[in-house]
């Protein structure tokens, strides 16, 4: 079964924490600090295989975890680094956050890997805040927080060439006869469900291009009807298109056409500036050469007529197939400073206002809030007074005082972070 889109949760580990602790040793009375830091948390990585072609194995929302980093000990034993997790997606998948819409990579190599949640870094122990001017600190620092993301995983086939047109126009019929793909086929709309692969041998034995069947492809695909939005997707790598319509005198060749082309340029991702070689399809009808001489008309150039059932110029087309795909570029799905942006420089006072504010729930109660002054208090150990007192610092520093005044604080009133209370003085 193509399972071609997915949703997966990746939680990557939390470092893990520095430790406080000092030499206790007989006949050594100032054996001084010697609390080591904590190892980092594991970090989740994506790698391309092309031996996976689905995307199956996440098709519940699956969840990914690494292991968070070990704390450290005493005697200056650093805590272990957590393994880091990877976890296997087919060539093709592009990731996606689904909380940013950023995309964070197009996997379309073998091998190509990206790192989609990073471990957090270990904290600090106590013997690494030793100096002149404190050689007994009482202080350690905490692991970092790991990130917990929901990625979209989009699995967008690689193919050098697309079999585009309305249903029932002879596609996987094609496809069969070309490369052996054993598609189903029927005389009905929608007999194929999934978009389908074939390698195509050309007639000297050995030169090969990939074939894909497009699926569902009908008027308003591009707004959900049929099956065209969930497989147009697919279309995207395509170097080059065929254009299969049919001469069966069943719908109006040339509207097909039209409508077919119009669902690619309202879909995007500039499908219609993709080379296509039209083909007139079922030659082997009654008067279809009369139809396909009316078609090529409208045109304005001559269509290649083709026949499954007597195998009419089915090799020429394969040919020209190549022979197009050969002097076409690859198409860049994504701009490289789409994918992975990189660091944004922010002015360092407005980063400042943006780090914390303040909530007033009650009268005399101020809770303080904010994404960067919560990370921080998480780093800060608070078991000693020295650990308080760097907190207490870290706020003075960020303007809480002036803050909380603003606000209309007085004396006695209680300032809460996370699960830490203390009293307001002016």
Do not use: W
Not at 149 to 159: C, D, V
Not at 179 to 188: G, I, L, Q, R
Not at 297 to 307: M, P, R, Y
């Amino acid at each position: 079964m193509l399972i071609d889109r997915a949703i997966l949760e990746v939680r990557s580990g939390k470092g893990g924490d520095g430790a406080i602790s000092f030499h206790r040793e007989k006949n050594v009375p100032k054996g001084g600090p010697d609390g080591g830091n904590g190892g980092k948390g594991g970090s989740i990585f994506l790698t391309a295989r092309r031996d996976v072609n689905t995307l199956l194995a996440y098709r519940h929302s699956k969840v990914i975890k690494a292991e968070d980093g070990e704390k450290g000990d005493k005697r200056l034993r650093a805590g272990h680094n957590a393994e880091d997790v990877t976890a296997i997606v087919p060539v093709g998948t592009v990731v996606t956050d689904e909380a940013t819409g950023e995309v964070l990579a197009d996997l379309s190599h073998e091998g190509d890997t990206v790192m989609v949640a990073k471990g957090g870094r270990g904290g600090r122990g106590n013997a690494s805040f030793k100096s002149s001017r404190n050689r007994l600190p009482k202080i350690a620092g905490n692991g970092y927080p790991g990130e917990q993301k929901r990625l979209i995983l989009e699995l967008k086939l690689l193919a050098d060439a697309g079999l585009i047109g309305f249903p029932s126009v002879g596609k996987s019929t094609l496809l069969n006869i070309v490369s052996k793909a054993n598609v189903e086929t029927a005389d009905y709309p929608f007999t194929t469900l999934v978009p389908n692969l074939g390698v195509v041998t050309l007639d000297d034995g050995y030169t090969q291009f990939v074939l894909a069947d497009m699926p569902g492809l009908i008027e308003g695909a591009h707004e959900g009807k049929g099956l065209g939005i969930t497989f147009l997707r697919h279309i995207e790598r395509c170097r080059v298109l065929i254009h299969m319509v049919s001469m069966s005198g069943e719908r109006d060749a040339y509207d097909d056409y039209l409508k077919i082309n119009e669902e690619l340029k309202e879909y995007g991702a500039d499908l219609d500036k993709r080379p296509q070689i039209v083909v007139a399809t079922k030659m082997d009808e009654e008067g279809a050469e009369e139809r396909k001489a009316e078609f090529d008309k409208k045109l304005g150039f001559e269509s290649i007529g083709i026949s499954a059932l007597t195998d009419q110029n089915v090799s020429l087309l394969m040919k020209k197939t190549y022979e197009l795909i050969q002097k076409t570029p690859a198409f860049e799905l994504y701009k490289k400073e789409e994918i992975n942006p990189g660091v944004k420089v922010y002015d360092a006072h407005e980063k400042a206002k943006e780090t914390f504010y303040l909530e007033r729930p009650s009268e005399h109660l101020f809770i303080i809030k904010g994404e960067e002054v919560i990370k921080k208090y998480h780093l800060i150990n608070l078991s000693y007074d020295s650990g308080i007192a760097a907190l207490i610092n870290y706020l003075d520093d960020l303007g809480i005082n002036e803050a909380l005044a603003k606000k209309g604080a007085v004396d006695g009133d209680t300032v809460r972070i996370e699960d830490f209370e203390f009293e307001y003085t002016a």
